[in-house]
Each structure stands twice: as C-alpha cells, then as structure tokens.
C-alpha cells in the first residue's frame, strides 16, 4: 500500500492529500459546483459539494454551501448538520448563521433562530463585505421577525 493511502487510512490527511489532488484543482471543482448553484442547478452542486467535502472535510466553505443548497431543496434537516459543522469551523460566518437561523424556523426551534439571527444583526459590516453582508442583514431581520411572530 502507498504511504499516501496508509495515511488517510490512519486518518492522517484528507482524501484530496491522498488521492494527490492539489488546492487549485479543489478550487477550481468548488466554482464549479457555484456556478452550478448559481444556476440552480442544486442536485449537481449538491453532489459537487458532498464529493469536496468527502476530499477536504475541515473546508467550512464546503459544508456552509451544502447547507445552504439543501435549505434552497426544503430540506432543512438535511441543512442542519452542514451548517453546524461550518459554524464550529467558523462561528463567525455571517450567511451561514442566517441560513441556519432559517433552518431553524423550518423546525419550528425559535429560540435557536433567535439566537443566530440576533447575533448576525449585532455584527458590523465591514466595507469590503457590505453588498453581501447587507443582504444577509434583511434576510435576519426579516427572519428574525418570523421567529418572534411564531413562537
């Protein structure tokens, strides 16, 4: 057996390392499932995202975008665990709290809604990511209005 299988085996590296894939081909594979989500193509990018998770497994962005495209196929209990695992990766992702506030909505956890999307209004949009932090700020509020008005 090669070194490389031995040591993904063990648990040592990712499946990507492995199998020799390099940072720009995973790169290049993750446009590409975007691209498809994009065009709302979300079975295809949906399988993009679960093959990229299987090659690099810490990469939050991958759970974060799978989470997201199972909550754009109503499928919030499918959504859940992708996004919990972006958030442990990085608790500070903006869009990942607001879909996941939604996806608690879906469940009827109002107080776990609460909680992501008042955390996402306390935050301060920074210059550099204002268009899209200004649309997840809406999306909270708005959501953040659902939550109150359900529980």
């Known amino acids: 057996m090669m070194q490389f299988e031995q040591e993904w085996i063990n648990g040592a590296i990712s499946l990507g390392a492995a199998a020799g894939w390099t940072a720009d081909e995973i790169r290049l594979v993750s446009e590409l499932g975007f691209a498809l989500a994009e065009q709302g193509r979300n079975h295809e990018a949906i399988t993009i995202f679960e093959g990229l998770i299987a090659l690099a497994p810490a990469t939050a962005y991958f759970e974060a975008a799978l989470g997201a495209l199972w909550l754009r196929e109503n499928n919030p209990a499918r959504a859940l665990p992708h996004l919990n695992s972006a958030l442990a990766a990085d608790p500070g992702d903006i869009p990942a709290r607001v879909n996941r506030g939604e ?49």
């Open 103 to 151: 996806v608690f909505i879906r469940l009827e956890n109002y107080e776990g809604a609460r909680n992501d999307l008042n955390y996402v209004l306390t935050q301060k949009i920074k210059p550099e990511n204002q268009s899209v932090l200004e649309k997840c700020f809406t999306r909270a509020r708005a959501l953040l209005y659902t939550a109150e008005r359900f529980s």
